[in-house]
């Protein structure tokens, strides 16, 4: 019998983890393809660093260079269920079709966009590294066009920069930025703003209130303006208007106000619930037995909460990645299939110089200690550039950052409406 063949589409954190278990399974008893747009797996949770210049953004793309596993370069397009195959296009618009004998679908998330006049056209998200390389450009910019303008109010909107949605990556730009642009403008004699707004009555509202305090206390004491139950009400190229119906002169907004799963799940004709795919406690598609889906896209009960779903996170993407793999190869007599039910270790938002917010195992922390726990988090959770990025981070600590603009990425290259990488 011919190897079969298992195809994964989609290489976040769902889907990276899945092939790197499945082929360590298989051990070349099964022909694994993964089908990315990219070449690399995207660490998200630094993303931030890349934008304040901490990083450089190859520090957190890892490549899928993982043995036994055959990468194609590209989109999924058309799934036909009945025939067990997926169309695909290349970077440069070759299409190509590829049958499979199991389908795994860890297809992410993208940009959440809510009907707010404006928003498409003058905010900037905040899901990859052209985004973040563009607004590490954009900051710059804009400190560099205030200090060299005669009108005080464009250097008063220059200076003042807006993040809608105080979540995690919210949070972390809004800390982060406001450092990076006040060592921009030193010696400048400018005074950057930041302001951060969300609708719910706190930042970082789906973790600990602890951590919610902890965050909120570090933002106010770098200046941060931190406004709670209020969002954008629109948005121009020169203000924000909030919907409290105060208009913020601005040149700046950063659109995390949250994720939606990838569209794409939409047009399979399968089941779904909040835009999810609906899949049982073994991450199997209910009269599918051949497909199988996990992370953002997937609507996973959640066991320990009967009626709920698990959330969208990256530390929920990499477990279902390694239960989908070992349940996969229990379809084919290989172990046993097991349930998904997972136990919280706690969550870490960095801030920025020496500040962050943990709750390891429940227990919270804030400062230093803090810090380290985030930092060895994160270097414990990377697959791969743990010396680079270690070295970054030691280097950062003895050296200032280079305040230039790469002039890499334009922002039209980067809508919000965009899908990301």
């Not at 797996?41 to 190859?58: D, K």
């Not at 919280?344 to 962050?356: E, I, M, N």
């Not at 990377?382 to 970054?392: L, T």
Request: hydrophobic residues 45%; contains cysteine.
């Amino acid at each position: 019998m011919p190897r079969p063949r298992i195809v994964i589409v989609g290489a976040g954190f769902a889907g990276y983890t899945a092939a790197r278990r499945l082929t360590r399974i298989a051990r070349g008893r099964a022909e694994i393809v993964l089908l990315n747009p990219t070449d690399y797996f995207l660490y998200l949770p630094l993303l931030p660093e890349v934008a304040t210049g901490l990083l450089e953004p190859r520090r957190i793309s890892v490549p899928l260079t993982l043995p036994g596993v055959r990468v194609l370069l590209g989109h999924a397009g058309a799934f036909d269920l009945e025939a067990r195959t997926v169309e695909w296009a290349d970077p440069e618009g070759r299409r190509g079709v590829i049958g499979y004998h199991r389908l795994v679908l860890a297809l992410g998330s993208v940009n959440k966009l809510l009907p707010v006049p404006g928003v498409t056209e003058y905010a900037h998200g905040f899901r990859g590294i052209a985004e973040a390389l563009y607004l590490r450009d954009h900051l710059t910019r804009q400190i560099e066009l205030a200090a060299q303008s005669d009108d005080p109010l464009e250097r008063q909107a220059r200076c003042t920069f807006v993040v809608a949605g105080a979540g995690y990556t919210g949070t972390e730009v809004a800390a982060q930025g406001a450092l990076f642009t006040a060592a921009l403008a030193a010696g400048r004699s400018l005074s950057p703003r930041w302001l951060i707004l969300d609708t719910s009555d706190r930042v970082l509202p789906t973790l600990d209130p602890r951590l919610s305090r902890t965050a909120a206390e570090v933002l106010r004491h770098r200046g941060v303006r931190v406004l709670t139950g209020t969002g954008v009400a629109n948005a121009g190229s020169d203000a924000v208007r909030l919907s409290n119906g105060e208009s913020v002169p601005t040149k700046t907004l950063v659109w995390c106000v949250g994720v939606r799963p990838e569209p794409l799940v939409a047009g399979l004709g399968l089941a779904t619930r909040d835009g999810r795919l609906v899949v049982d406690e073994f991450l199997n598609v209910p009269g599918r037995p051949d497909v199988f889906a996990c992370g953002d896209a997937a609507a996973v009960p959640d066991v320990m909460h009967p009626g709920a779903l698990t959330g969208m996170t990256a530390q929920h993407a990499v477990r279902q990645g390694r239960l989908v793999a070992g349940n996969v190869a229990a379809s084919y007599g290989q172990g046993r299939r097991r349930p998904y039910r997972h136990r919280d270790l706690g969550f870490v938002v960095d801030l920025g110089g020496w500040s962050a917010a943990a709750d390891p195992f429940g227990v919270p922390l804030g400062g230093a200690a803090a810090k380290a726990v985030t930092r060895g988090y994160h270097l414990m959770s990377m697959p791969g550039n743990r010396v680079r990025v270690a070295a970054d981070w030691m280097l950062d600590g003895m050296l200032s950052r280079q305040p230039v603009q790469l002039g890499l990425i334009r922002g039209s290259a980067v809508p919000l409406a965009a899908e990301p990488d």
